[in-house]
């Protein structure tokens, strides 16, 4: 992540220790919760098919990699659960205050969470008494991962919010707009680094058994093997074309060369994975388990680092970040200004929350973020109120070089509050 993208104001101490924070729980949150849905995926079409086709080693696959994946209960619970309040406090904070998602829209996500971790909990102790489950035990497996994809989606969703704070009003009025292209491209890079590190865990700690044991021997280290590079070789290739659809997806206010840098070193390790696996493969008996389960930790990285960047980039130009600091930051824009006439007092400052509140997501007075400045563009109406409060009712594209405005939600009395408060704020206004 590139701390000089966003301006020198949006620098405190503070405001980096977020993001650095941020980085931090993101890289312990996603690579846990990928092999935690990667392998309980496998494990559960592994138990599957081998009841059906009474194969002793996709049963003794199956039980290995949920037991590999989950670690234990304790571990489960805690590296499921713990980093994702650091992510919502977090992701908070850089909205800031009244700018900020409601609390519902994180709660959802950590209950699906919470959820799928006691259930696949349920599904491990299950099949390490038996590997011929009870389909109470296999139906709290399916539904444990379907909790965990859940959670992992709607977290997707939450987090593109941070690249697109163009959305951020209507979203706030609707939570339906949080629903995005970029974000679901996103989920799908990250099932498929989950899937190609959950491959890497099969080679590294499956299929040691010893000759005796139930669905053990050399064939089954060799379906382990199979099974691993299988994993393993499709995150890799499906990785490349993502990446490209990751950068046609990012909001163009994300984009900077830094990102561009980030995201082509993706590929390029997928394409070590690759020539890890199939070019040179090595001797049969090699175990490249550490080296591929390594490389997509570092694509993890690089994905992280990379979405950091797009925030900055896409926060570029902010005076302050949006919520509290906003305010703190438009009474500094006021100074000096003409006082109100008598009886505008509360008008004004009612346009003012306003403007706090919806406004300052995309716009400033003095500097272009999202939107024009205000400065530019308060003064072509000339002091008409009623001109102004009508574009703000139901705003339409006018400038080629910004994006459309959406629709704010906010009541008629609002809008005439906040339409006098930029005409007698902004230089020229009046």
Request: one cysteine or more; a positive charge.
């Amino acid at each position: 992540m590139n701390p000089s993208a966003l301006p020198p104001a949006l620098l405190p101490d503070t405001f980096l220790l977020l993001r650095y924070l941020l980085i931090a729980a993101l890289l312990l949150y996603l690579p846990f919760l990928g092999i935690i849905i990667a392998g309980s995926a496998a494990s559960l079409v592994l138990n599957f098919f081998g009841r059906e086709n009474r194969d002793d080693r996709s049963l003794r696959l199956s039980r290995e990699w949920i037991e590999a994946v989950t670690v234990n209960r304790w571990v489960l619970l805690l590296l499921g659960l713990l980093p994702y309040p650091a992510i919502a406090y977090t992701c908070q904070r850089l909205l800031g205050g009244r700018a900020s998602l409601p609390a519902i829209a994180w709660l959802i996500p950590f209950g699906a969470l919470l959820a799928g971790c006691l259930l696949l909990s349920l599904y491990r102790s299950g099949i390490r008494q038996t590997t011929e489950l009870p389909a109470a035990s296999f139906g709290a497996g399916t539904a444990g991962l379907l909790a965990m994809i859940s959670a992992a989606f709607l977290s997707f969703l939450l987090l593109g919010t941070l690249v697109n704070p163009a959305k951020l009003p209507l979203v706030r009025s609707n939570l339906v707009f949080i629903l995005s292209w970029h974000s679901l491209v996103e989920f799908l890079l990250f099932l498929a680094l989950s899937f190609g590190l959950a491959g890497g865990i099969a080679l590294r700690f499956l299929g040691r058994s010893k000759a005796g044991e139930a669905g053990g021997g050399p064939d089954y280290e060799a379906r382990v093997r199979t099974t691993g590079t299988s994993f393993a070789l499709a995150g890799a290739l499906a990785v490349p074309p993502l990446v490209v659809f990751y950068l046609i997806t990012l909001p163009v206010t994300g984009l900077s060369k830094v990102v561009f840098a980030m995201a082509a070193t993706v590929p390029i390790l997928a394409l070590a994975v690759f020539a890890l696996l199939y070019l040179l493969p090595g001797k049969e008996e090699g175990r490249p388990g550490d080296r591929v389960s390594a490389l997509f930790v570092l694509m993890f990285l690089a994905v992280i680092l990379c979405y950091q960047t797009a925030v900055a980039n896409a926060f570029q130009g902010l005076s302050a970040p949006p919520g509290p600091l906003a305010a703190e930051t438009v009474s500094k824009e006021g100074k000096g200004m003409v006082k109100p006439a008598a009886g505008e007092d509360a008008a004004l400052e009612k346009g003012k929350k306003v403007y706090d509140t919806v406004c300052s997501v995309c716009h400033r007075f003095d500097v272009k973020i999202v939107g024009p400045p205000y400065n530019d563009v308060v003064p072509k109406y000339k002091g008409n109120v009623e001109k102004l409060k009508a574009f703000i009712r139901n705003p339409v594209k006018v400038n080629p070089s910004f994006p459309a405005m959406p629709k704010p939600a906010i009541k008629e009395d609002e809008i005439d509050a906040v339409a006098r408060y930029l005409l007698f704020t902004a230089k020229g206004g009046k």
